[in-house]
């Protein structure tokens, strides 16, 4: 009786095994169908979508023309939009919509199966429509990872300031998305990004976090449309701001920024003299010298390294400044400026010129004892 079994068992795996075999030829067949009638189907339509292009037929010829083959048109209509422009991609986008494309992508962003709702957040941003934004925009919130990445640099491709201020909206959000990742797209926009970039910097709802990163924005996009709210943020209570606003402005290097660099590189807190005398080295402005040489005496080391900084980079001026300092009573500017000038003409030694040993790794002079005076950092 187990034999019979055993035999019955072996049989049932036998007939299950080849049952498999027969269901992955018959798929395997059909797909080969698929692709011959598709391949066929596609060398059919492109010279019809040549002529519906070039205007020699109707929209509603090109309907008739298509029939059925729904789903082979939308591929075909993703493909060229890749690459046209101008009066082409209106009239893609004009049988879009009468082939109801458009909303088709739109409630695939809602189906169960993640990679249905990443494909249609990809389509979205090929067709680049500012209609689809507060679809994406949602999307931006998906559950997967993936799906919020695609929505994104979709709603990027668009470019809108609409699209623009969604994607702001969450950039301070790293549970949402990556925020260098985000940045990235945001940049890519370009000009496109300025109103909500404005908006953000100039409502006082949005988090410190939120502004801190749109201001680095705006320095990188080097726009100098929004050098007036960078201005006016280096009025801010908040030293971080002011310290990210200078660096952003000195980036856009607008001379107009210059009585706010000079300005600052005496305000009481040293972070803030800091980055300020370093932004008026970008500038290389005669009206910053003497400030800077001042500087090369601040109490504190960084404020004395940009300026040093700052006045190599201000050439033969800044040069014979530095050379003076080399014999200032001053042991702060004494030293700094050894340092710059050795750093400089590519001298740096494991010595700094008054035979001090520099800091661990060769960067930095180390401390000098007997200070007349104690190092202040803030």
Same mark, same amino acid.
């Given at each position: 009786?187990?034999?019979e079994?055993?035999?019955?068992?072996? @049989?049932?795996i036998?007939?299950?095994?080849?049952?498999?075999?027969?269901? #992955?030829v018959?798929? %395997?067949m059909?797909?080969?169908?698929?692709?011959?009638? @598709?391949?066929?189907?596609?060398?059919?339509?492109?010279?019809?979508?040549?002529?519906?292009?070039?205007?020699? &037929? +109707?929209?509603e010829?090109m *309907?008739?023309?298509?029939?059925?083959?729904?789903?082979?048109?939308?591929e075909?209509?993703?493909?060229?939009? %890749?690459?046209?422009r101008?009066?082409?991609?209106s009239?893609?986008?004009?049988l879009?919509?009468?082939? %109801?494309?458009?909303?088709?992508?739109?409630?695939?962003?809602?189906?169960?199966?993640?990679?249905?709702?990443?494909?249609?957040?990809m389509?979205?941003?090929?067709?680049?429509l500012r209609?689809?934004?507060?679809?994406?925009?949602?999307?931006?919130?998906?559950?997967?990872?993936?799906?919020?990445f695609?929505?994104?640099?979709?709603?990027?491709?668009?470019?809108?300031?609409?699209?623009?201020?969604?994607?702001?909206?969450?950039?301070?959000?790293?549970e *949402?998305?990556?925020?260098?990742?985000?940045?990235?797209?945001?940049?890519?926009?370009?000009?496109?990004? #300025?109103?909500?970039?404005?908006?953000?910097?100039e409502?006082?709802?949005?988090?410190?976090?939120?502004?801190?990163?749109?201001?680095?924005l705006?320095?990188?996009?080097?726009?100098?449309?929004?050098?007036d709210?960078?201005?006016?943020?280096?009025?801010?209570?908040?030293?971080?701001?002011? &310290?990210?606003?200078?660096?952003? #402005?000195?980036?856009?290097? +607008?001379?107009?920024s210059?009585?706010?660099?000079?300005?600052?590189?005496?305000?009481? @807190?040293?972070? #803030?003299?800091?980055?300020?005398?370093?932004?008026?080295g970008?500038?290389?402005?005669?009206?910053?010298?003497? &400030?800077? %040489?001042?500087a090369?005496?601040?109490?504190?080391?960084?404020?004395?390294?940009?300026?040093?900084?700052?006045?190599?980079?201000?050439?033969?001026?800044?040069?014979? &400044?530095?050379?003076?300092?080399?014999?200032?009573?001053?042991?702060?500017?004494?030293?700094?400026?050894?340092y710059?000038?050795?750093?400089s003409n590519?001298?740096?030694?494991?010595?700094? @010129?008054?035979?001090?040993?520099?800091?661990?790794?060769?960067?930095?002079?180390?401390?000098l004892?007997?200070?007349?005076?104690?190092?202040?950092q803030?």
């Open positions: 009786m187990i034999a079994a055993v035999q019955y068992l072996v @049989a049932g036998f007939l299950n095994s080849a049952l498999l075999f027969l269901i #992955i018959a798929q %395997r059909l797909n080969a169908s698929h692709l011959r009638w @598709a391949s066929r189907r596609r060398s059919e339509l492109l010279p019809v979508f040549a002529r519906y292009m070039s205007a020699d &037929i +109707s929209i010829d *309907l008739t023309e298509i029939g059925t083959s729904v789903d082979l048109a939308e075909m209509i993703l493909g060229f939009l %890749r690459q046209l101008g009066s082409e991609r009239k893609l986008l004009a879009a919509h009468r082939l %109801r494309l458009l909303e088709r992508s739109i409630s695939r962003l809602n189906v169960w199966d993640w990679r249905n709702r990443d494909i249609a957040a389509q979205l941003g090929i067709y680049g209609d689809s934004v507060p679809e994406l925009a949602h999307s931006l919130r998906d559950k997967r990872m993936e799906v919020r695609t929505a994104a640099r979709s709603m990027g491709m668009i470019g809108t300031p609409e699209a623009g201020s969604a994607l702001l909206s969450i950039l301070n959000r790293p *949402l998305m990556e925020t260098t990742r985000l940045v990235e797209i945001v940049q890519k926009m370009g000009g496109q990004a #300025i109103q909500p970039l404005r908006q953000m910097l409502d006082p709802e949005y988090p410190l976090e939120s502004k801190l990163i749109a201001i680095d705006v320095g990188d996009l080097q726009e100098y449309r929004l050098l709210v960078l201005h006016a943020s280096l009025r801010s209570p908040e030293p971080e701001v002011v &310290i990210r606003s200078l660096k952003a #402005i000195s980036k856009i290097s +607008s001379p107009g210059i009585p706010d660099f000079l300005r600052l590189a005496e305000d009481p @807190a040293w972070e #803030i003299r800091a980055q300020a005398v370093k932004a008026l970008t500038m290389h402005v005669d009206e910053g010298l003497p &400030i800077l %040489r001042q090369l005496s601040d109490p504190s080391y960084w404020v004395r390294r940009n300026a040093a900084q700052s006045l190599a980079a201000c050439g033969y001026s800044g040069g014979e &400044i530095l050379r003076e300092a080399r014999l200032d009573s001053d042991d702060f500017a004494r030293d700094v400026a050894n710059q000038l050795q750093r590519g001298q740096l030694s494991r010595r700094d @010129a008054a035979g001090l040993p520099l800091a661990e790794g060769g960067s930095d002079p180390a401390p004892p007997g200070r007349r005076r104690p190092e202040v803030g």
